[in-house]
């Protein structure tokens, strides 16, 4: 995990092995189907509803809620890149920059996220939030995958 200070906003970089074939890790990604299965931080959290329009142009529209119902949010942004299991790049609602890297390395797949921060919560919190959405995604990529052989 990195944080890099550039001129303008701090960016956070964030990854993971995956244990699957990239072409499953980039299903898994970005069909809504999955997207609703692993997008959330927390087992108090869920997403119950995505779309992706996943080309430059397109607008991804995730809903995230708090189970109880206390809370919740829409997360909503617009492509900027999409290079098939290689790079997405989009602009949150916000103005703020995310890009995802896939790498294969043999049977598995390093995902590399890179976020500019928001300037209402502290790194560690938003640094922490986003690798748990990412250690989210690897647990159900690998279970996932497990039952798709």
């Not at 109880?68 to 703020?96: L, V, W």
Request: glycine fraction near 6%.
């Amino acid at each position: 995990m990195e944080a890099d200070t550039t001129p303008g906003r701090t960016e956070i970089t964030i990854s993971t092995t995956i244990r699957c074939p990239i072409a499953k890790v980039w299903q898994f990604w970005t069909q809504p189907n999955h997207i609703t299965r692993w997008n959330f931080a927390s087992d108090e959290w869920h997403c119950p509803s995505a779309v992706n329009d996943l080309r430059p142009g397109g607008t991804l529209d995730w809903r995230m809620e708090a189970k109880d119902g206390s809370m919740g949010f829409d997360y909503t942004g617009t492509y900027d890149e999409i290079r098939p299991k290689e790079i997405i790049s989009y602009q949150i609602a916000d103005g703020r920059k995310v890009t995802i890297n896939f790498q294969s390395v043999g049977s598995e797949t390093r995902v590399k996220e890179t976020f500019e921060m928001d300037n209402t919560h502290p790194e560690d919190i938003q640094r922490n939030g986003w690798q748990s959405i990412l250690d989210n995604f690897k647990k159900y990529a690998e279970s996932a995958s497990e039952k798709t052989n």
